[in-house]
């Protein structure tokens, strides 16, 4: 079919959409940072384990040992809880489940802290 | 009329063409005049309406794609330094950007540094302490201190005089008494608030300036010095220096939640900040704050408390009772350029009460805060006028109102 | 030939009609803004009749649609969409016929129509992000109006030769 003036006017403009499209695309997935929620594990104020939230095929548990103690720890699909601790007041398992980007479970006793990040809409919280 | 449309493309093409080739100094030569004579030439046979529209289409579209990624793009290759830590008797947390990695390396080594040698100093919990050692000589003799320690001292002296008592660092005895955040929390006995109470009083504080640049501190008998209301605002302040002088620009300092922060966010836009909701997980807000170059420290009873016999005492005393300070604020936030003022403030606001913070407030209207009022079981959030803008509320069940 | 008219009229109404709730039901991001493939029947009628028919077209379509339906945001976003998109396709039909085709028409119909949703939606959302689904939007209603504007193209050419001496594609 033959293309008159307007339309070839048209699809220039279309073919400039498309190329922008994919640009955008292209730039987004490889360019941009990584904006999955993942909870991190500081010990002692070193980070020693990071774990990913999202596409957990199946929870996982695992437990840390202090020299005073030890927490337990449980990963779902966007979750990740101290389900059981020997710390005397076990503020870290009542805590329960970080589900949000910016929450964190802390064992004082144990010098444990759980937080999570993400995309956070706010880069600290005043209390 | 076609003439006619093909030399606007062509005016349009010499234009870009000259942009991308030559300098704009070429536009207003003589060359000009050849050189578009040649270019309509050329390209009124070439440049066609399509090809032009394309063009101009691309670059708008390319155009408002950068200006959407504008701050991804400023944040690739920022580099973070992140430390955290358990000091101050809390989570101390500090987070540098930069694109140096050594400088900010050195920034937050040399932060955490000072941070110890601050607690060293000013901590009640350290038998070596500056103020641990003017507790044990109260009422005996003047103990020398370092400046810095003089100085923290002079800054919570006069803010226990601007807020007239409400405020008052030598309110040790029923810190102590009460030891409410430790395992021995207990409601003490009304004797026993008394005696503590009656020893706090800030003008039995004598500092004076030692021949060394330091100072001599002497304080009443009986009277202990707690810098809790002024310590982690006025140490943020310090670090804040720290950071600056290592040349770094944006930065969040985070002392158990009270915050300064530097500069803006990586992204080129101001830090937002949100404020704690009371009685809810801590992370969880009720609003945000956008902030620059300046602090928020926040004081609440949930912090910090116990419950007995189904009442909550929490850890903000009223020095003139001795109790915790009833009052029908659940919230206090002071925003403000000095973190040491803000936090002594946010206490005083706090032990002050809605009535007489609203009176304070009109009368200083350069103060910026926020605070949240519950009377007859419902809550509302007051802000100072000041901070429209910067203030976003989260919560759309809480009435927000604008001091007057 | 009143009659004529309004008997066409209506029946384009009720299959673009139909086409609308079709087109619901195509998973999208954001409720109630639609691919746009309902406006080809309004140039339909604008070729075979007329510009008053085509307004007649969209507007009883978009108002019947959300009588059916009770969705008012997508009342709103294809009201002003529709309307954008048939005053579009109706300037470039009577003035500018001989620098396009049919589909193309149909085409700067679609992007005018999407160009009016994306606007009512960003305001009544108030959030720029709606400004992202623009571009599948735009490219997907781009095929979507391309193919059913040839469509029309043909049956035009097709209806031209059964009604007498039909206006051209």
Redesign the interface.
Known sequence: MTMKRGDRIMSAIFAAMIIAAISLWAVKTYVLPETELHAEIFKDGKMIRVIGLKNRARPEEFTIKSDSGFNTIRVEENKIAVISADCPDADCVHRGWLEHAGESAVCLPHRLVIRVTGDSAVDGVTF | MHKHIYNRAGIMALLVHSIIRYNTGALFSNKLFIKREIYLKHFSKKI????????V??VI??AS?LL??KS?VL??GMLKEE????RLGT?VRLTVYGRDKERLERAVNASMTEITRFEDLLSVNIASSDISKINSASGVNAVPVTRETGEVLLSAVKWADTSKGLFDPTIGPVVKLWAIGT?AAHVPGNAAIKDARDRVDYRHIKITGSSSGGYNVLIGKGQSVDLGGIAKGWIADRIAGVIRKHGVKSA?I?LG???V?IGK?PRGKP??????YPFK?????FA?IEAEDIS???S?P??RFFESGGIRYHHIFDPATGYPAKSDLSSV?VIGKSSADADALCTTLFVMGFKRSAEYLREHRDIKAVMIVTAGGKSRVVITPGLDGSFSLKDGQLPLEVLK | MKYRNIVLTGLLIAIALVFNIIEGFLPFPLPGVKLGAANVFALVALVIMGAKEAFAVTLLRVVLAWLITGNWFAFLCSMSGGLLGTLVMVILYTRMRSDFTLPWISVAGAWAFNAGQVAVAAYLVSDARVLYYMMPLFIAGTFAGWGVGLLAQMLCVRIGKITGPGRDG
Do not use: C
Request: hydrophobic share 40%.
């Open positions: 066609s309406l399509p090809k032009l529209a394309f063009i289409t691309a579209l390319s794609v959407t990624l991804s944040m690739h430390r955290e830590s358990f989570i395992s969040i985070d939640g009270n915050i922060v966010s830090w937002r900040l949100g404020l704690q997980p801590r992370g969880e807000y945000v928020v420290v926040t609440g949930y912090e936030s």
